[in-house]
């Protein structure tokens, strides 16, 4: 009798033990998983194409108060915000972070550049063209553009020649839209003051 006891008493401690051990594993705090890191692939020729355009609209606006010339200037604004307006988003090859982040930029991008066809003066629109850039700039990082190289310059002396101002370009040559070429002090020959900061080349990536 005293051995069945002393079984059924082994079996419940056993039962015990096990019980907890099943509750320590239960109560185990999980791993968290790492951050994924943002992907996104290489984009297509019809996002690329429309991007290139949108660029070129860009590079006109910068030429156009190269030469102090508002008309000119609102026009490539205007077709650049249009531009901005149909880019195909959905063409973009990243996950849907990058998306959003994208759809977001386009938005600030056309919001600037239909500013700058309101705006008066060309100071004015010089100075909307520096949002404008900043947008720009940071929209074609984040879609990782690769159709061209493209060079971000700076001008340490754009606004009151003491506040600086950005523009982007398509090539390394020093060519100042905030200055331009009919300066009332400087005429031209301010129109190679600046320099290049950086440069975006997703193309050999």
């Known amino acids: 009798m005293k051995k069945v006891v002393l079984l059924i008493i082994v079996v419940i401690l056993a039962g015990l033990v096990a019980w907890?051990?099943?509750?320590?594993?239960?109560?185990?705090?999980?791993?968290?998983?790492?951050?994924?890191?943002?992907?996104?692939?290489?984009?297509?020729?019809?996002?690329?194409?429309?991007?290139?355009?949108?660029?070129?609209?860009?590079?006109?606006?910068?030429?156009?108060?190269v030469e102090w010339d508002t008309v000119k200037a609102d026009q490539a604004a205007f077709a650049l915000a249009r531009k901005v307006d149909s880019l195909p988003v959905d063409q973009i090859k990243g996950d849907s972070n990058i998306v959003l982040t994208a759809k977001s930029l386009v938005a600030s991008v056309g919001s600037e550049a239909k500013g700058i066809v309101g705006e008066g003066s060309i100071e004015q629109k010089r100075r909307g063209f520096n949002m404008l850039t900043d947008e720009l700039y940071n929209l074609l990082r984040a879609v990782r553009y690769d159709g061209e190289k493209v060079y971000h310059d700076r001008c340490p002396m754009a606004f009151n020649e003491t506040d600086e101002g950005f523009w982007l370009s398509n090539s390394p040559k020093i060519v100042n839209p905030y200055l331009g070429n009919k300066h009332p002090t400087y005429k031209s020959k301010m129109l190679g003051c600046g320099e290049i900061v950086d440069s975006v080349d997703f193309g050999k990536k």
């Open 20 to 65: 907890k051990l099943m509750s320590k594993k239960e109560e185990a705090p999980k791993m968290a998983e790492p951050d994924q890191a943002l992907k996104i692939g290489r984009n297509t020729s019809v996002f690329n194409t429309a991007f290139a355009g949108l660029m070129s609209d860009y590079y006109a606006l910068k030429d156009a108060l």
